[in-house]
Structure formats: C-alpha cells, structure tokens
C-alpha cells in the first residue's frame, strides 16, 4: 500500500532495512517495488517533472487489510510490532500533466484479483484538445487503448493483480 501511494503521488521508491533474504521470502513485494522503480523512472516526464493534477473519479473498490507498525529503530522483535486492521482503495491513482500538455495517469492496485476500472474525462477539464489518443504504458510497454473525439474521453480496462500502468492521454495540437 505505502509503495502504490508513494508510486502515484510520483515520490522516489525506496526500501529501508534491505536484507538479501528479502529477495526470496518477500519476492513478490520485491518484485512490485523494482516495477515501481521501472515504471517510475521511464516516466519521468510526469512523476517527477510534470504537475500533480486532480483524478478523475472512479469507482474504487476497499477491502479491509491487516496493517503492522514495526519499529525500524527498536529491531524485529514480536513485541515491537503492532498490529491493526484499516479499511483501504485496493486502487490509488495520481494525475499528471507534463510540459508537452500530456496527461498521465498512474494507477497501482494492491488488490489480489483483477480490477475492472472505467472512468471519464472531460478534456476541457485538463486544458486538452478536443481529439487524442489515449495509451496504456507499463513496464514492458506502450500500447494504444482508443482514440477521443469531441473533448469526451473514455477509459475502461482491468487492472491486473498488484498492477502498475500509466494512462497516457496524448491530445492533437
């Protein structure tokens, strides 16, 4: 969950307290982080140098998820973690405008299954022109979803498990 947020709010991944064990006892949370850091890297034009935007609304699904306070300064002992339950967006999702007046939209699920996402944009509403073209980026890629016309853009996919991607919408000059 820290990373998703961190992710779509453009911060810099980081990992504290790394051990070599980590890479085969905690593989997939590893394995999400260094996406994180892939995506994030090969799309600095909006995570780093583009403005932070509002999103555009979508229906996010919750659930409620085990959460642990560990110490980084006390050690791993069972009696300086503690523990509490706390009702999450299995999605989180920051806007980005870049300098080119690219919009980029970073999602990143946290959710166990697939996640159906759809969701409007009015282009006006992020000073876009009235026709583009809207992508999908991840870390293997850049593929196009559809095409807007008439300043009304429309996304529907579905987030993979623990996915990351980028909704690039790319308007006409």
Same mark, same amino acid.
């Given at each position: 969950?820290?990373?998703?947020?961190?992710?779509?709010?453009?911060?810099?991944?980081?990992?504290?307290?790394?051990?070599?064990?980590?890479?085969?006892?905690?593989?997939?949370?590893?394995?999400?982080?260094?996406?994180?850091?892939?995506?994030?890297?090969?799309?600095?034009?909006?995570?780093?140098?583009?403005?932070?935007?509002?999103?555009?609304?979508?229906?996010?699904?919750?659930?409620?998820?085990?959460?642990?306070?560990?110490?980084?300064?006390?050690?791993?002992?069972?009696?300086?973690?503690?523990?509490?339950?706390?009702?999450?967006?299995?999605?989180?999702?920051?806007?980005? $405008?870049?300098?080119?007046?690219?919009?980029?939209?970073? =999602?990143?699920?946290? /959710?166990?299954?697939? &996640?159906? #996402? *759809?969701?409007?944009?009015?282009?006006?509403?992020?000073?876009?022109?009235?026709?583009?073209?809207?992508?999908?980026?991840?870390?293997?890629?850049?593929?196009?979803?559809?095409?807007? $016309?008439?300043?009304?853009?429309?996304?529907?996919?579905? =987030?993979?498990?623990? /996915?990351?991607?980028? &909704?690039? #919408? *790319?308007?006409?000059?």
């Amino acid at each position: 969950m820290e990373q998703a947020r961190s992710f779509v709010w453009g911060m810099q991944p980081t990992i504290a307290n790394y051990h070599s064990f980590l890479d085969s006892e905690r593989k997939e949370e590893i394995d999400y982080l260094l996406d994180v850091a892939k995506l994030r890297y090969k799309r600095l034009k909006y995570l780093l140098y583009g403005k932070f935007l509002k999103s555009p609304t979508i229906d996010i699904p919750e659930r409620e998820i085990d959460i642990s306070k560990l110490s980084i300064y006390v050690g791993r002992g069972k009696d300086n973690v503690t523990a509490f339950k706390k009702r999450v967006p299995l999605l989180y999702t920051g806007t980005w $405008k870049a300098e080119d007046n690219n919009l980029g939209m970073a =999602i990143a699920s946290i /959710g166990d299954d697939a &996640i159906p #996402i *759809v969701f409007n944009i009015n282009a006006k509403d992020y000073d876009l022109s009235e026709n583009g073209e809207v992508y999908i980026l991840t870390v293997d890629g850049r593929e196009l979803i559809n095409s807007y $016309k008439n300043g009304a853009i429309k996304v529907e996919l579905s =987030i993979e498990p623990r /996915g990351l991607c980028i &909704i690039e #919408i *790319v308007p006409f000059k």
